[in-house]
């Protein structure tokens, strides 16, 4: 061994081989070094670059999601706007009565106000009296002010509505202002609480704000959700969803729904470029958006399935359409993923966003709302979706174990499986997505076996005489009627083996929605 090392260092290509590799190394070492070096001192440079606080260049501490605390010195004409709706808020703007004493239903109704009748008569002219009323004694909470939320918001202030409530931790950057509905240059940096009230009372000087300069969380809910902070205290009429990260969108609509207050939902506008292809539907019936998608599989995983009104979009991604990508792997080099947003575990990537579809979520959200507040005839939105399919697919199901299970000499009077009409609505529709993993059809579905069990199909019974059979969620796929019957026939009795019986295709389609599901279920 000594000889061979021996042989192996006096060689003349080991020598230059050991060379260049010392040679690299010290090179590597002098590059990161110097980078090193250069970053200490462009670093101490931008620090010293730092003026020292005083009456001369004032801070204020950061919110604890590194947002500005408060709006930076303000224009003249922002404080000539200021000053108008503080004269408004104390009844100069019509006939020397508070807006207090205004946005209460008798109130408008004795008493209308001119001006503001004035300025919104085409709504009341619309609505009624009775229903104008209503709406101008309405309190909505917005949570969300970017693209959907903000176009909302103003779209509720103009229509009459008194009282918001905006919620939102984020602050206007520069890319904020392809879809934002009321930014200008001069509010980047500020928080978006601040700048939508502050630009839209020079429009509606009437309406009263409380923004809550913070982050959506559910241990804040009770404080977030409450009544109105200031003079006659009530609670919200509705709230408005135009959150973006997902485990907050479904913190909220979940304690909506658990509380009784009313809520919609607006979903994904990034990618999206056709607005003849929203709708307002219920959270069950709401296809071809991967957002509403993921937000029904975490509600059904806390036993809410419907009755949550959300507006979305049913166009199908396409050639030459935008999409929406992975994270670049060079962002990954730059450290760990939740690093890289302002708060930990919130998205870190740029949507493609055309500028006018936000717009157009955050209107039809707020005409959603108008009508529901006003009770102006119209489709709710937040009715049942598909529930007599599920009622019938389950029916199946039962149907087919019984004759699995007859078809193995068990007696099936009795026979109970371990499946309900929620767990029907979660395959179907998160799953394998409304449609057979066969055909690709989206009608006469079926939910069935894909594989005979070990040991067949067995029925156990338990100490109350109670009949089952072992079955997964997981153990079933998703055909139209016919498909489960010829697979029933051939697979499950016939004894051939699926892998003979459909295209690769269908083999590796149906593993990865398999694979989908022992994912979600641990939401369940």
Same mark, same amino acid.
């Given at each position: 061994?000594?000889?061979?090392?021996?042989?192996?260092?006096?060689?003349?290509?080991?020598?230059?081989?050991?060379?260049?590799?010392?040679?690299?190394?010290?090179?590597?070492?002098?590059?990161?070094?110097?980078?090193?070096?250069?970053?200490?001192?462009?670093?101490?440079?931008?620090?010293?670059?730092?003026?020292?606080?005083?009456?001369?260049?004032?801070?204020?501490?950061?919110?604890?999601?590194?947002?500005?605390?408060?709006?930076?010195?303000?224009?003249?004409?922002?404080?000539?706007?200021?000053?108008?709706?503080?004269?408004?808020?104390?009844?100069?703007?019509?006939?020397?009565?508070?807006?207090?004493?205004?946005?209460?239903?008798?109130?408008?109704?004795?008493?209308?106000?001119?001006?503001?009748?004035?300025?919104?008569?085409?709504?009341?002219?619309?609505?009624?009296?009775?229903?104008?009323?209503?709406?101008?004694?309405?309190?909505?909470?917005?949570?969300?002010?970017?693209?959907?939320?903000?176009? &909302?918001?103003?779209?509720?202030?103009?229509?009459?509505?008194?009282?918001?409530?905006?919620?939102?931790?984020?602050?206007?950057?520069?890319?904020?202002?392809?879809?934002?509905?009321?930014?200008?240059?001069?509010?980047?940096?500020?928080?978006?609480?601040?700048?939508?009230?502050?630009?839209?009372?020079?429009?509606?000087?009437?309406?009263?704000?409380?923004?809550?300069?913070?982050?959506?969380?559910?241990?804040?809910?009770?404080?977030?959700?409450?009544?109105?902070?200031?003079?006659?205290?009530?609670?919200?009429?509705?709230?408005?969803?135009?959150?973006?990260?997902?485990?907050?969108?479904?913190?909220?609509?979940?304690? &909506?729904?658990?509380?009784?207050?009313?809520?919609?939902?607006?979903?994904?506008?990034? &990618?999206?470029?056709?607005?003849?292809?929203?709708?307002?539907?219920?959270?069950?019936?709401?296809?071809?958006?991967?957002?509403?998608?993921?937000?029904?599989?975490?509600?059904?995983?806390?036993?809410?399935?419907?009755?949550?009104?959300?507006?979305?979009?049913?166009?199908?991604?396409?050639?030459?359409?935008?999409?929406?990508?992975?994270?670049?792997?060079?962002?990954?080099?730059?450290?760990?993923?939740?690093?890289?947003?302002?708060?930990?575990?919130?998205?870190?990537?740029?949507?493609?966003?055309?500028?006018?579809?936000?717009?157009?979520?955050?209107?039809?959200?707020?005409?959603?709302?108008?009508?529901?507040?006003?009770?102006?005839?119209?489709?709710?939105?937040?009715?049942?979706?598909?529930?007599?399919?599920?009622?019938?697919?389950?029916?199946?199901?039962?149907?087919?174990?019984?004759?699995?299970?007859?078809?193995?000499?068990?007696?099936?009077?009795?026979?109970?499986?371990?499946?309900?009409?929620?767990?029907?609505?979660?395959?179907?529709?998160?799953?394998?997505?409304?449609?057979?993993?066969?055909?690709?059809?989206?009608?006469?579905?079926?939910?069935?076996?894909?594989?005979?069990?070990?040991?067949?199909?067995?029925?156990?019974?338990?100490?109350?005489?109670?009949?089952?059979?072992?079955?997964?969620?997981?153990?079933?796929?998703?055909?139209?009627?016919?498909?489960?019957?010829?697979?029933?026939?051939?697979?499950?009795?016939?004894?051939?083996?699926?892998?003979?019986?459909?295209?690769?295709?269908?083999?590796?389609?149906?593993?990865?929605?398999?694979?989908?599901?022992?994912?979600?279920?641990?939401?369940?």
């Amino acid at each position: 061994m000594t000889s061979w090392f021996e042989r192996q260092a006096s060689s003349h290509h080991v020598q230059l081989a050991a060379a260049a590799i010392f040679s690299g190394v010290t090179v590597a070492g002098l590059i990161y070094g110097t980078q090193a070096i250069r970053r200490k001192e462009a670093m101490h440079e931008l620090k010293a670059s730092i003026p020292e606080l005083n009456e001369t260049h004032h801070a204020d501490m950061l919110t604890d999601f590194g947002a500005a605390s408060r709006l930076p010195n303000v224009i003249r004409e922002d404080e000539r706007v200021s000053a108008l709706a503080r004269r408004a808020q104390q009844g100069d703007y019509d006939k020397g009565l508070s807006v207090e004493a205004l946005t209460t239903y008798q109130g408008w109704l004795l008493n209308p106000p001119d001006l503001i009748t004035e300025q919104l008569t085409r709504t009341a002219s619309f609505l009624g009296s009775d229903r104008f009323a209503l709406l101008c004694n309405s309190f909505v909470i917005v949570v969300g002010l970017g693209g959907v939320g903000s176009h &909302c918001a103003s779209a509720l202030a103009r229509s009459g509505v008194s009282k918001i409530r905006l919620i939102d931790f984020d602050q206007v950057t520069l890319s904020s202002l392809n879809r934002h509905a009321v930014a200008t240059l001069a509010d980047v940096g500020t928080p978006k609480v601040e700048c939508v009230p502050k630009r839209l009372q020079a429009v509606v000087p009437w309406v009263q704000w409380e923004c809550f300069n913070e982050v959506w969380k559910q241990e804040q809910a009770d404080r977030l959700l409450g009544s109105w902070c200031t003079g006659r205290r009530r609670n919200p009429d509705y709230v408005v969803d135009a959150i973006d990260n997902i485990d907050s969108k479904v913190t909220l609509l979940e304690y &909506c729904h658990k509380h009784g207050i009313k809520v919609i939902s607006s979903m994904g506008a990034g &990618c999206k470029s056709d607005p003849t292809r929203l709708f307002v539907g219920d959270i069950s019936a709401s296809v071809e958006d991967p957002l509403s998608r993921v937000t029904r599989r975490r509600l059904r995983a806390v036993g809410i399935s419907e009755a949550i009104p959300v507006v979305y979009s049913t166009e199908k991604p396409g050639p030459g359409k935008a999409q929406l990508l992975p994270l670049p792997e060079e962002e990954f080099l730059k450290g760990q993923t939740n690093e890289l947003s302002v708060l930990p575990d919130f998205r870190a990537r740029i949507l493609p966003v055309l500028g006018t579809m936000p717009a157009v979520f955050g209107y039809t959200v707020a005409n959603f709302v108008v009508l529901e507040l006003t009770g102006y005839p119209h489709e709710s939105g937040g009715g049942k979706g598909r529930e007599k399919m599920y009622d019938s697919i389950l029916a199946n199901l039962q149907g087919l174990e019984e004759r699995l299970a007859r078809h193995e000499g068990a007696d099936s009077c009795g026979l109970k499986i371990p499946v309900t009409k929620d767990d029907v609505g979660y395959l179907v529709e998160e799953v394998y997505r409304g449609k057979s993993v066969v055909s690709n059809l989206p009608t006469r579905l079926a939910l069935v076996r894909w594989k005979v069990p070990e040991g067949g199909f067995k029925v156990e019974e338990n100490g109350d005489r109670q009949k089952s059979v072992r079955l997964s969620l997981n153990d079933l796929v998703c055909m139209t009627k016919d498909e489960a019957a010829a697979h029933e026939k051939e697979v499950l009795k016939g004894g051939r083996r699926a892998e003979e019986l459909y295209s690769t295709d269908v083999q590796q389609l149906v593993e990865r929605r398999r694979g989908e599901e022992r994912h979600f279920h641990q939401y369940r």
